[in-house]
């Protein structure tokens, strides 16, 4: 999904100081870009009744010393899939996002990856004789349900209800990464087969012509 450009930022900028009904027009044609796939992503979401009813079901808060499972809920899952088009703060590699599709909604958001790395579901904790006496059998990576199958029944109902497909484009050198893969605004995308991130290229290559047009004028 991600694209390089380099000098982007640095254009983004220069339009919202010195162009900005221009920085605006760019905008509105990524968000009309964005949108396209935003709408598709959320028709992907799964109604209430689709997805396992205890999900569904409110936790009491009363007397819990964890933090519980978020609940889903459709309408919320919709409402968490959106997009910006302002540029994010670097990430640890210095890498800045001129836009992106965000997922908001925890539950949503867990519809959307949940079995991409463990297909199956997160494996009970076996204690072997090989096990260190200290290690600690509610450590992250295991399946802490009282039900050793939970996790492959919950990843099985959510198969049935939308399949995890991986957005990069096909025809490329190199091997697929599972981050790219999802339920919801990763399968969007890849339908969308590159039209939205064409059109978020050519919108940001219209705005430099049209930017560098008018300080040509005005100089």
Known sequence: MPTRISGAVELRLALKKFAPDLSKET???MAIALKSVTVVAKGFVPSDSEVLSNWGKPVSSENLIYRPFPRF??????????????PSKPN???????????????????YETAGRKNPQGQPAFQRSRFTPVNYREDRRGFNKSLNPNAGKQFIDNLNSTGELVNARPKGLVGRPSRKQT??????????????ANAAIIQAIENSAVKFDKNMRKAS
Not at 92 to 110: C, D, P, Q, T, Y
Request: charged share 25%.
């Open 182 to 195: 999802g339920r919801l605004i990763f399968r969007a995308w890849a339908q969308d087969n590159g039209k």
């Open 73 to 86: 809920n459709s309408f919320e899952a919709k409402r968490g899939i959106g997009y910006k088009t302002s």
């Open 92 to 110: 640890r590699e210095g890498f800045v996002a001129l836009a992106r599709i965000i997922n908001a909604s925890a539950s949503g958001a867990i």
């Open 27 to 29: 905008q509105k044609e």
